[in-house]
């Protein structure tokens, strides 16, 4: 094959190993993400917190990420993830970081939504010359039915795919905002059914963006 035009990273994380933590180990992984949601500027205003919604994990470099939303009373989301080194065989997980927000824009309040998204810059990207773009985990849940798998494209170009396999939810690892190598990319999230027939696409931004 000719080298490419586009050298673009694709599927550089691991796939989820872990659907949802469960036992002592959520227990763990949600005290930690409630405690940091409670350290947020106006979270009292938020309304009382519901259940955590966990999504699958993913490995990149050796962070595992366990992405999570929470709704609120007030009609708002607590979202977020909590990462953590994965130890060696043997061992247990350290160096552990919380990254939190929240959102008053949710599923609830915009019907034509058909994807229902929430993404975090994880790391940086720089490619050959001046192209550079940012890492970014984005994790969903499909507001459609008949999907099965969610996939990551750059232009015509897959990065990134996850089964749906526990309740509809999904988590990709794949860059986003690519500059440098020819048009400018941003990440569109599409669904697809059994038959590989496309059901929604979803990008990351704002149509005012």
């Not at 989820?16 to 992984?29: H, K």
């Not at 938020?46 to 990149?60: H, S």
């Not at 708002?76 to 990462?83: K, M, P, R």
């Not at 990440?187 to 697809?192: G, P, S």
């Amino acid at each position: 094959m000719p080298p490419t035009r586009r050298p673009l990273p694709r599927f550089v994380a691991e796939p989820p190993r872990d659907l949802e933590p469960s036992g002592r180990w959520g227990q763990a992984l949600e005290e930690r993400f409630m405690t940091a949601c409670a350290g947020l500027e106006g979270f009292d205003s938020l309304g009382k917190p519901g259940d955590v919604e966990w999504f699958p994990e993913r490995t990149y470099a050796g962070r595992a990420y366990v992405p999570a939303v929470v709704p609120t009373g007030a009609g708002c989301e607590l979202f977020g993830y909590v990462s953590y080194a994965r130890p060696q065989e043997g061992g247990e997980p350290g160096d552990f970081t919380v990254q939190v927000d929240f959102t008053d824009e949710t599923a609830d309040k915009n019907a034509d939504w058909k994807l229902d998204l929430n993404e975090e810059v994880i790391a940086p990207w720089r490619g050959p010359g001046e192209a550079s773009g940012e890492l970014t985990l984005v994790w969903g849940t499909p507001l459609v039915p008949g999907g099965v798998a969610a996939t990551a494209e750059l232009g015509d170009d897959t990065l990134d795919q996850c089964a749906l396999v526990q309740s509809d939810r999904f988590t990709l690892v794949a860059l986003d905002a690519v500059h440098g190598i020819g048009d400018d990319l941003y990440l569109e999230v599409k669904l697809w059914n059994r038959a590989g027939d496309l059901l929604a696409v979803e990008t990351l931004y704002a149509e005012s963006e």
